[in-house]
């Protein structure tokens, strides 16, 4: 059984998202149907629906962090009743009984996970999932998140993918005070590190190519910024961080921030889904015990963890609401070079 939803979505790779119809299940045993009031705009959204990746199915309903009411739930759900204010993040199901799935690691499980959207779709509705720019969302009640009173609805839904993807790593690797670590790129995804890494109580640099995203980074929070096309800058920079948070989306050259990174620092590949075509040294990594790591998003209950502790600490991403006859302009800005906010879609505007 199923329902049409209206939705914005990309027909080809080259053509911009325009106005589609796609179908929904209709919410089974432990299915929560949400309506999506507010949906952010990722940078993996634009690589997706233009294809940059490979791989995407069309038509293509980009969106995963999306923030909506329940509108119903199914006979079995406990987590959710109609009414409450809801969220999905880039997971809507995984195998759920890996080592992974059991760890509360989804994004890691050994089977494969479905993303929200662009995966083949487990429940055969479609032949694959369809993201949050869309009018309703069906999703099983594990992978729902609760947003807590007190967090502004539009300002949380970047949370759902672009604070977890900051927020996991800083947690594991154990940032807190006392921690010296570096934010480099300050797109989206760097914003919510800045906020984040400082509400956990470490001292906080971002790295960025120019000089009017460095002054952003000091607005928003930032404790230092180095501008890394300032050749002098980056000589003379200290080699002190314990490691470096790279949210840079695109491949690219590790070599002059490995430079920077302290004994047993840690190299954190953030936003690069790309082959990495770095000739650094091995003796760079050697000379100093470091380390090049990446990090995916993160699982469910990580992700509630951000969540509450974001509206414990009040923190929000910085966003600019536009319709959705704005999401279009939204994507030619971001692909010219991540802003230092998030576009979400007010879905009203559907
Ligand atoms: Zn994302
Ligand atoms: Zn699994």
Redesign the pocket.
């Known amino acids: 059984m199923t329902f049409t939803t209206p939705a914005w979505g990309a027909r080809t790779a080259d053509t911009p998202l325009e106005p589609i119809t796609i179908q929904r299940r209709e919410a089974l045993a432990t299915d929560v149907r949400i309506k999506v009031e507010y949906c952010g705009i990722?940078?993996?959204?634009v690589h997706t629906a233009r294809d940059e990746w490979d791989g995407t199915a069309y038509p293509c309903v980009p969106g995963?962090?999306v923030l909506g009411i329940a509108v119903a739930v199914g006979p079995e759900v406990t987590k959710f009743k109609a009414g409450d204010r809801v969220g999905i993040g880039?997971l809507v199901s995984s195998c759920g009984a890996c080592d992974a799935c059991e760890a509360g690691l989804e994004q890691y499980c050994e089977t494969g996970w479905t993303g929200t959207y662009n995966s083949s779709d487990p429940y055969g509705t479609d032949s694959h999932t369809h993201g949050g720019y869309s009018g309703e969302i069906v999703v099983d009640e594990r992978f729902v998140l609760r947003i807590p009173d007190g967090l502004d609805p539009a300002a949380a839904a970047p949370i759902l993918?672009?604070g977890i993807?900051l927020y996991s790593p800083l947690k594991h690797l154990a940032v807190g005070p006392g921690s010296k670590i570096a934010i480099l790129g300050f797109g989206g995804l760097g914003a919510m590190g800045v906020k984040l890494a400082k509400a956990l109580g470490a001292e906080v640099t971002v790295i960025t190519r120019t000089e009017v995203k460095a002054a952003d980074a000091l607005k928003a929070g930032a404790d230092h910024v180095l501008v890394s096309s300032d050749a002098a800058q980056m000589n003379t920079a200290e080699r002190g961080f314990e490691a470096i948070f790279s949210t840079i989306p695109r491949t690219h050259d590790m070599a002059p921030y490995l430079q920077l990174l302290k004994n047993d620092g840690c190299y954190v590949i953030l936003g690069a889904v790309e082959p990495m075509q770095t000739p650094f040294h091995g003796a760079t990594l050697m000379g100093r015990r470091i380390s090049i790591v990446g990090s995916l998003?993160g699982g469910i209950p990580e992700t509630q963890e951000v969540l509450d502790f974001c509206a414990e600490h009040g923190i929000a991403s910085d966003v600019q609401v536009v319709g959705v006859d704005g999401i279009n302009a939204a994507y030619d800005h971001i692909a010219a070079g991540d802003p230092g906010f998030r576009y979400v879609i007010d879905m009203s505007t559907i």
Not at 42 to 45: A, E, G, K, P, R
């Open positions: 990722c940078h993996s959204d995963h962090e880039c993918c672009a993807t998003i």
